[in-house]
C-alpha cells in the first residue's frame, strides 16, 4: 500500500510540473494551429468564421503563379545565406579563438553587437549605407560597376543585398555557437597531433572537424529554418519588389491576411510553409546526420 501510495504521489507531481507547460503550449501553438487547418478550408475573412469550400483554398494556390515565384524567391535566397553563414562564422569562431583576454571579448562584443539589434534598427542602418543618393557604400559600387546602384529597387540586386544584411546581423549567435563547440575539444588532442608532426590544415581536417560537426549541422539547421521563414527584412527593405523580385512566401501570407483580407487563403499558405519548413528542416537534419556518422 505504502508503494502505491508514493507511485501516486510521484505521479501527482510529475502532472503538476508538466501541467504548464502542456497549457502554454496547448493555448499558443496547438490552438493556433487547428484553426489554421480548419481556416484553410474556409472564405473566412481576417475576423470571422467563414463558410466550408473544401480544398478550393489550395487548388487556387496551385494555379497562383505568385506562389511558385515567392517559392524559389525563398530557394534563392537560402542558397545565398545558410551555407555562406555558416562557413563565415567557422571562420570567425576559428580566429576568435586565437585570441585572448579582452582582445577576444571585444572580438566577440563587436560580431555579437549586431544581433541583439532589432530587425528595424538593422534594415535602417543598411537602407542609410545603401541609399541611392546619399548612401556611404555607394562610392564602393561606383568602383565596382562604374555607378551607383538602387540595391533595393534593383531585381538583380535586391535579394543579395537583404542576404548582406541577414548575414550581418545574425551571424553573431553562429559565433558563440561555434566556440562553445571549440571550447568543448579537449587540447590534448591538439598536442598529440603536433607531436606526431600534423599541420594546421591537417588538425583541422583529422581533429576539429569530426568533433565539431554536430554544431555544424545544428546551425545549418536553424539557418534553414530561420531562413525559410525570412520575412521582417524583405517587408522593411523592399516590401517585396521590385516587380516580385523578392516576394516570399510569408510576405504572401501577410498581403492575403492583412491587406487583402483573406485569411482562408492566406491560413493555406501558412500551413503550407509550416508543412514546408518542417520537411526540409528533418530531412536537412537526417542527411546530416548520416553525413557525420561516416
Keep these: 500500500m505504502a508503494m502505491i501510495r508514493n507511485q501516486r504521489r510521484h505521479r501527482l507531481v510529475a502532472l503538476t510540473l ?3 507547460f502542456v497549457a502554454v503550449f496547448a493555448l499558443v501553438f496547438a490552438y493556433p494551429l487547428v484553426e489554421v487547418v480548419r481556416l484553410s478550408f474556409t472564405n473566412a475573412t481576417l475576423i470571422g468564421g467563414g463558410e466550408w469550400i473544401g480544398l ?3 487548388r487556387e494556390l496551385l494555379a497562383d503563379k505568385l506562389f511558385y515565384t515567392s517559392l524559389k524567391n525563398n530557394g534563392y535566397f537560402m542558397l545565398l545565406t545558410v551555407i555562406p553563414t555558416t562557413v563565415i562564422a567557422l571562420c570567425i569562431a576559428l580566429m576568435v579563438q586565437r585570441l585572448s583576454g579582452r582582445m577576444q571579448a571585444l572580438a566577440l562584443a563587436l560580431f555579437f553587437l549586431p544581433y541583439i539589434l532589432p530587425v528595424s534598427v538593422v534594415t535602417q542602418i543598411w537602407a542609410w549605407m545603401l541609399d541611392f543618393q546619399f548612401g556611404i557604400l555607394q562610392p564602393l559600387f561606383e568602383r565596382i560597376v562604374g555607378k551607383p546602384i538602387p540595391v533595393f529597387k534593383n531585381p538583380y540586386w535586391v535579394m543579395p543585398s537583404v542576404a548582406v544584411v541577414t548575414i550581418w546581423w545574425t551571424n553573431g549567435f553562429n559565433v558563440l555557437l561555434f566556440l562553445a563547440g571549440l571550447r568543448n575539444i579537449p587540447s590534448d588532442l591538439y598536442e598529440a597531433s603536433a607531436l ?7 588538425q ?5 572537424w569530426p568533433l565539431l560537426w554536430p554544431v555544424v549541422a545544428l546551425v545549418l539547421t536553424l539557418q534553414l529554418i530561420l531562413q525559410l521563414k525570412i520575412f521582417d527584412q524583405i517587408y522593411l ?3 517585396g519588389g521590385p516587380f516580385n523580385s523578392s516576394s516570399v512566401l510569408l510576405l504572401m501570407v501577410y498581403r492575403e491576411a492583412f491587406q487583402q483580407n483573406n485569411g482562408g487563403y492566406a491560413s ?5 510553409v509550416f508543412l514546408l519548413i518542417v520537411a526540409v528542416s528533418v530531412l536537412q537534419y537526417q542527411l546530416l546526420r548520416i553525413r557525420g556518422r561516416r
Design 18 to 20: 508538466i501541467l504548464p
Design 237 to 239: 527593405l523592399s516590401e
Design 204 to 208: 583541422f581536417t583529422r581533429v576539429t
Design 268 to 272: 493555406a499558405i501558412s500551413l503550407v
Design 196 to 202: 606526431d608532426g600534423a599541420t594546421r590544415w591537417q
Design 56 to 58: 478550393q483554398n489550395y
